[in-house]
């Protein structure tokens, strides 16, 4: 088992930044590949980015996001984060933390986080 918990969401303008963390904790933690989905309301819960396991070798972003959001981990540590930039009110959603066994774009997690509220005013 592994457990997620996020922080760091809450309400900002269009354009700021916002650093959302994942604490991971659990059996082997550090060994699965990470990730951020994103469920605005009335709408798909969607994929954000991942990570791989080892620590940043692989990152993968959604179209949508790339290039101002940036995925890493701390693995001594066992935290991973979302840097989001340029924040725009589309971005609005809740901000999931994901553990899959494998990362890339169509990342399917094993465990989930409870979720961190993330929105930005126009």
């Known amino acids: 088992q592994v457990q997620l918990v996020e922080s760091g969401g809450g309400l900002v303008q269009a354009g700021d930044s916002l650093r959302l963390s994942c604490a991971a904790s659990?059996?082997?933690?550090?060994?699965?590949?990470m990730g951020w989905f994103r469920q605005a309301p009335g709408k798909l819960r969607e994929f954000v980015a991942a990570?791989?396991?080892?620590?940043?070798?692989?990152?993968y972003y959604a179209d949508s996001v790339k290039g101002r959001f940036t995925i890493s981990r701390d693995n001594a540590k066992n935290w991973v984060y979302l840097q989001m930039n340029s924040l725009k009110p589309e971005d609005t959603a809740v901000y999931y933390c994901?553990?899959?066994?494998?990362?890339?774009?169509?990342?399917?997690?094993?465990?989930w986080g409870q979720g961190t509220q993330v929105t930005v005013s126009s």
């Open positions: 994901a553990a899959g066994l494998t990362a890339g774009l169509r990342m399917v997690p094993n465990y």
């Open positions: 659990g059996r082997s933690s550090s060994s699965y590949a």
């Open positions: 990570i791989s396991w080892s620590g940043g070798s692989s990152t």
